[in-house]
């Protein structure tokens, strides 16, 4: 099995900065890309950035140019780098890994949403 556990959440105000890490264990190796996702109260979650196992970071169009995605050299932790913090960007931030998973005779990642998850990370922005 694999941990993730985020820390860094906290409340800031608008145009403030925080930085959110996510640190995995247990099995990493069985850990494919890994991705922030956070979820606002009456709203659905949403991507906010996705990093492949290579390094390579996605964002989603609210938070580009604003937030940065990074891993440590390891490729255990994940940081979230957030800038020009909005009151929208108020949520719990979840720090999630997809499963390495091996079916007849192959291995594959699964999909993030039957993949590991974080307990999440309240943050709050006020305006």
């Known amino acids: 099995q694999v941990q993730l556990v985020e820390s860094g959440g906290g409340s800031v105000q608008a145009g403030g900065s925080l930085k959110l890490s996510c640190v995995a264990s247990?099995?990493?190796?069985?850990?494919?890309?890994m991705a922030w996702y956070r979820q606002a109260p009456g709203k659905e979650r949403e991507l906010v950035s996705s990093i492949s196992r290579t390094g390579f970071p996605t964002y989603g169009q609210s938070v580009k140019g604003r937030f940065t995605a990074s891993q440590d050299n390891s490729g255990n932790t994940l940081y979230l780098e957030m800038n020009s913090l909005k009151s929208e960007d108020t949520a719990v931030y979840f720090c999630?890994?997809?499963?390495?998973?091996?079916?007849?005779?192959?291995?594959?990642?699964?999909?993030?949403?039957?993949?590991?998850w974080g307990q999440g990370t309240q943050v709050t922005v006020s305006s």
């Open positions: 999630a890994a997809e499963r390495l998973q091996y079916s007849a005779g192959s291995y594959s990642c699964s999909d993030i949403a039957t993949g590991y």
């Open positions: 247990g099995l990493i190796a069985r850990v494919c890309g």
